[in-house]
């Protein structure tokens, strides 16, 4: 901390804890303890004293009405959102009281779920982690975001690595793919725009017009699921072509010959079939990568992201996509190569924060957080009998959502929510303990887009009664009798141990950052982190796995076509002033977002007599949900968009997309595919008949996208 002008206002630095690859340094301006504007700090290069909307509004987030000061006890029917406010001791007394027996006879009954509403280390998976080893409870398979891409990735590469995101700035080809950098990824785009200033083109593959794609030179607007087929037929164009760096190949790679002759299988005109696009644009893209391999034109970039990974085939599209880098050998320039995740860069010591050795030789079972709908209506023992929520939603956020609210509606199911606000989730509580945000605690954190370390300072004392996760764990784990010396570091300590002696915690606690040493180009002479030290365009992992070795597209298990009653296929893409379903429920975020809202394409929405801004149904076997419509050339012929992920309780009948979405997993990493969607859509001719008159317009300027 430093003072500035005036005495009691001081400037504390912290972090961003979204889950968001751009891992701002905040600086939060405190008045007499309160804290009065929250910044990006402009010694930061990767934030540069820019924050996206909602970040810039985490003082409205923090000191909001609705804030959960206090413990709470449910009081109404399970569900209902009815509570009365009871005092920590009564609390932590009456959740001990029943986590104890259960602990005692089935530890495994026992559920922790949790996901990144925070993505610090500490307040993430430290002391929560210990508490629950040492009880034995399941553990959580943490997949319901970017674990197929994560698999597909260290099936290629080795690891999450890859480029520096700060080196996209020279980058002569960038092609942004399944990403809405502009919305979720602002501080990307600063890179991409620099390189666009510079002479770069720009590509975005995304079947969305997002408005990144509107600020792209070529938007190539692919059906969803489609990418591993255009990232085939690119390789097969540069084979025929020999656009390909033959030394790079042959020093860095691995199973060029097999993967070779799988691209061959992919001519463009087989892939435009699959994707829904022009041959033209496959082979002109093809074109503009091919001229940038190495010793021609400039360097070659892919930011990819999230968005092929929700589809049953993401592990392999992922796969596919790292593979094209090493073809034309774009990993030799510091402005090529690819970049999905960067966090297999930080070296956490997991073990010194989680302590899996508490679990002392006991082996748990493991429960998908992606099917928590079918875990909790699971009746094979030993049946989920208790569950403790902290930094995730899952009754807004996990598919299938009537299942989802099924299991946590189950009388005998005994559920304790940690939370800063009464979530659709914390309304199926027994008790809801307030938690700190990241104004009141410390925390460190790795990242997922750049690769310097963060750390957090409080810049506030906790409010009300809150209190951080790890010392409500703490807490707990005291009441419940679990060794104390398990418990005892406290969070600043936390902070120290997540990376030990590989970063200088001096030099955090002075500027907020602190740099990892990776080299500019860290595989511009192979040395990748796979087992043979190549890329592995085959992977000997996954054959042995039975799976295909090399990259292929596999269909959607929801493709387009394959259902008559369910023609449209559904993606259901994050809302740019929400992060997932955290800032819902910050008033001017909202007012700028509307309501939930359904974009289709002008010719599917005279198909059905569907009217801008008037009232639509969506609807599949799994359920339906009614939302307003956005008649827009956003989306192409045959794909809507359910955008957002908004609160339940917000929606028109207490639903969200998640409705609709479907429990089945990915090809690799067991993640969801919310992506992978049948749906038909339907206006709604409820009560009133005429749909655009069932509720009123919230505002011209939403409708024509
Ligand atoms: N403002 C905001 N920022 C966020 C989030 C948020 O909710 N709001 N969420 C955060 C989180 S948790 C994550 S994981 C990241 C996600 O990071 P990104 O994946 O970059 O996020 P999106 O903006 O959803 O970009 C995904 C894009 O993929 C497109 N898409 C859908 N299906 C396909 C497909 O099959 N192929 C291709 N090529 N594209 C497809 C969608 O239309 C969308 O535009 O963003 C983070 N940042
Ligand atoms: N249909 C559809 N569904 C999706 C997605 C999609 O694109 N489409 N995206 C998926 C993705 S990528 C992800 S990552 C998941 C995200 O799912 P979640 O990780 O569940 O994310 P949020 O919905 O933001 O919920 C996080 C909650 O944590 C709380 N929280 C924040 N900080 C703290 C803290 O310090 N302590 C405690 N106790 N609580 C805290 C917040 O108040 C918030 O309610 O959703 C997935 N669901
Ligand atoms: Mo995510």
Redesign the pocket.
């Known amino acids: 901390m430093h003072s500035t002008d005036t005495m009691q206002a001081i400037q504390v630095r912290g972090a961003c ?1 979204h ?1 968001c690859p751009d891992t701002c340094a905040l600086l939060t301006t405190v008045v007499d303890g309160v804290a009065t504007k929250v910044q990006g700090n402009p010694d930061h290069a990767h934030t540069g004293g820019v924050l996206c909307t909602k970040v810039s509004r985490y003082t409205e987030r923090s000191y909001h009405p609705d804030r959960l000061l206090q413990p709470l006890r449910r009081s109404g029917p399970k569900g209902a959102g009815q509570f009365t406010p009871v005092s920590w001791d009564e609390a932590l007394d009456e959740i001990a009281a029943r986590l104890a027996p259960i602990a005692a006879r089935e530890p495994e009954a026992i559920l922790p779920y949790s ?4 993505m ?1 280390l500490v ?1 993430g998976e430290s002391i929560a982690a210990r508490f629950f080893h040492t009880l034995g409870a399941s553990l959580l398979d943490r997949t ?3 674990s197929a891409g994560a698999e597909g990735l260290t099936q290629t590469l080795g690891s999450k690595v890859g480029m520096k995101v700060e080196f996209f700035a020279e980058s002569k080809l960038i092609l942004i793919w399944g990403s809405n950098a502009i919305a979720s990824s602002l501080h990307f785009w600063r890179y991409a725009q620099q390189a666009k200033r510079d002479g770069a083109r720009l590509v975005c593959i995304d079947p969305r017009r997002t408005e990144t794609a509107d600020k792209c030179h070529e938007h190539i607007a692919l059906r969803p699921g489609t990418d591993a087929a255009l990232a085939l037929a690119l390789m097969h164009e540069l084979v025929v072509h020999d656009w390909l760096d033959h030394d790079y190949l042959r020093a860095h790679t691995l199973g060029w010959e097999a993967m070779r002759a799988r691209a061959l299988e992919w001519p463009p005109a087989r892939a435009a079939e699959v994707c829904g696009i022009a041959v033209e644009q496959i082979e002109r893209l093809a074109r503009d990568y091919g001229a940038c391999r190495h010793g021609h034109g400039g360097p070659a970039a892919i930011r990819l992201n ?1 968005g092929m990974q ?1 589809a049953r085939g993401g592990g392999n599209a992922t796969r596919a996509v790292a593979s094209l880098p090493a073809l034309i050998g774009a990993w030799r320039h510091r402005g090529g190569g690819m970049l999905l995740s960067s966090s297999g860069q930080f070296p956490v010591d997991r073990a010194a924060l989680q302590r899996p050795d508490l679990l002392a030789g006991r082996r748990p079972r493991t429960i998908n957080m992606s099917t928590i709908g079918d875990a909790l209506l699971d009746e094979g023992a030993p049946k989920i009998e208790a569950v403790i929520v ?5 009754v ?4 299938e959502s009537a299942k989802v609210v099924r299991g946590f509606a189950r009388e005998d199911l005994f559920t304790v929510v ?4 009464q ?1 659709d989730t914390a309304d199926y509580a027994d008790f809801i303990l307030p ?4 104004l009141e ?1 410390w925390d460190i954190h790795g990242t997922y887009g750049h690769t310097d370390v963060m750390l957090n300072r409080p810049a506030i004392a906790p409010l009300g009664q809150a209190r ?2 790890t010392q409500i764990f703490r807490d707990l784990a005291r009441r419940m009798g679990l060794p104390d010396a398990s418990f005892a570091d406290d969070d600043e300590a936390l902070c120290r141990m997540a990376f030990g002696a590989r970063v200088d915690f001096g030099r955090l606690l002075r500027d907020g950052f602190a740099p990892l040493a990776i080299d500019d180009a860290p595989f511009a002479h192979g040395g990748f982190p796979t087992p043979s030290g190549r890329c592995e365009f085959f992977s000997a992992r996954l054959a042995a796995q039975g799976l295909d070795g090399l990259p292929q597209h596999l269909p959607n298990h929801e493709a387009i076509g394959s259902s008559a009653l369910y023609p449209l296929a559904m993606i ?3 809302a740019r002033n929400f ?4 800032f819902v429920n910050v008033t001017s975020l909202r007012a700028i977002e509307g309501e939930q809202l359904l974009e289709i394409h002008p010719d599917d929405a005279a198909a059905r007599g569907i009217a801008d801004g008037g009232i639509v149904r969506v609807f599949n076997a799994r359920g339906a949900y009614r939302c307003r419509a956005v008649v827009s050339t956003r989306a192409r012929i045959g794909v809507v968009h ?1 955008l957002g ?1 908004w609160w339940r309780k917000l929606g028109l009948d207490g639903r969200n ?2 409705e609709l ?1 479907s429990q089945a997993l990915t090809d690799m990493g067991r993640a ?1 595919t ?2 992978d969607c049948l749906v038909e859509v339907s206006p709604d001719v409820g009560a009133g008949g005429d749909s655009s008159a069932t509720m009123p317009s919230s505002g011209s300027g939403r409708l024509n996208r």
Request: charged content about 5%; overall charge negative.
């Open positions: 804890p889950d996901y990144a509403g925070t610090g307040q319901i975001c970017a999230y929700r902290y930094n995730s939603n899952p807004a956020v996990a598919p940690l939370e800063h606000f979530t938690a700190t945000t990241q605690h951080p996760n259901s893409p994050p992060l997932n379903s955290s359910g992920i997309v998640n979405t969801p919310f992506y």
